[in-house]
């Protein structure tokens, strides 16, 4: 059984940096492209950034891009999100999931239809 748990959330102020944490059991992330959503209030899963297996190819979202750095430790299990110069519009639940493909499909990488397994979210609250 896969499971797939993100920590690190937490409230923070304006300009302030957090780094999420996922870790991920009962299959190799080494195989396959990992993937960081949001939600915020109110409002749709939205794609934040894709990295692929070996972390040689990544996309952000145009929201996030300069401020948030996605890496991955394939031994570990494990994918980071590091979130600097937080602002109010980054308030969400952010989600970490696993895709089923081992490299990046542009086509695919804001379908949630790819992801097959996803974490429970962590909560990210930036006040100004």
């Known amino acids: 059984q896969v499971h797939v748990v993100e920590s690190g959330g937490g409230s923070v102020q304006t300009g302030d940096s957090l780094r999420l944490s996922c870790v991920v059991s009962?299959?190799?992330?080494?195989?396959?492209?990992m993937g960081w959503f949001r939600r915020a209030p109110g409002k749709e899963r939205e794609f934040v950034v894709v990295i692929n297996w070996n972390g040689g190819v990544i996309e952000y979202s145009e929201a996030v891009v300069g401020r948030f750095t996605v890496s991955r430790d394939n031994p570990k299990n494990t994918v980071y999100l590091q979130m600097n110069s937080l602002k109010p519009e980054d308030t969400a639940i952010y989600y970490c999931a696993v895709q089923s493909l081992r490299d990046i499909t542009f086509s695919t990488i804001k379908d949630e239809g790819y992801y097959p397994y996803w974490g429970q979210g962590t909560q990210v609250t930036v006040s100004s």
């Open positions: 009962g299959l190799s992330i080494k195989d396959h492209v």
